[in-house]
């Protein structure tokens, strides 16, 4: 018993406190779980409720994510103080039990997606009142809204010149607002990347080589999903599940960075 609490605490908790990132044990722990919790999710949540996986959960789920998202900021920033139910990865089974009762009584009520979109956009509403007052430092989010202008510009182009699902265009942008973050807080201001991969990637190659690295990760999981989840409401579905893996770090990063660094 004692070895399986400090194994826990080695791999799982205390990397949550001290912001030291994933291992290759956690990476993997966590990665299964966001996988069965993808299944899980569409098999008992939103087939049962006939919820078309479509712009509308899109749009219902961001406010959510970006409660979330900027929550976990404020713990970084030094506003809120820290709780596993806040941090990564305890914000999402969080956010995840905040909106799924709403997004029941909302779609009984046949008012989706209105109530599940308000209940998100109060709460984040709050975060960002909260990040707003405490900011320190707005050049950063400088920077990452022109690193984001110029890959969009470059995904739309692409996107019109050789189509793919509509819906995964989402998803697709989130990550490359993720990038943009990522580079930023890495290449102009030291931060470290926490995730272990990506870690050892700009530790050898710098921070720039995010834009090849999840670009290649983009495709790759485009094509395993056309070929291997034959449903096109399930594949949205996933599309949905890896545009908020994308835009929830898209939120945090900048938000996290106005909270910590002092303009010079």
Known sequence: MVDVKEFL???????????????????????????????????YIIKPLKIKVDERLFLAVTPMTIFGATLRALVDGGVVEPNPWILTPGIFFTAFFLIVPVL???????????????????????????????????????????????SFAVVLAFYKFKGFDRLYLYPVLAHYYDIASTVVAIHFYNYREVHWVEHHLTSIFGAYVYYPWITLILVAVYYILKYFVPDQDERNYWYLAIYILGLGPAIRD???????????
């Open 9 to 43: 605490w080695e791999y799982f908790i205390r990397p949550m406190y001290t912001r030291e990132g994933y291992n290759p044990i956690n990476t993997v722990v966590y990665a299964l779980i966001f996988g069965f919790a993808v299944i899980y999710t569409y098999k």
């Open 104 to 150: 029941v009584v909302d779609v009984k009520g046949r008012l989706y997606p209105k109530l599940t979109i308000l209940w998100g956009s109060i709460l984040a509403v709050y975060v960002n009142y909260l990040l707003f007052t405490n900011a320190k430092c707005w050049k950063p989010y400088e920077l990452t809204l022109l690193h984001t202008g110029v």
């Open 254 to 264: 900048p938000a996290q960075m106005v909270l910590q660094i002092v303009c010079r």
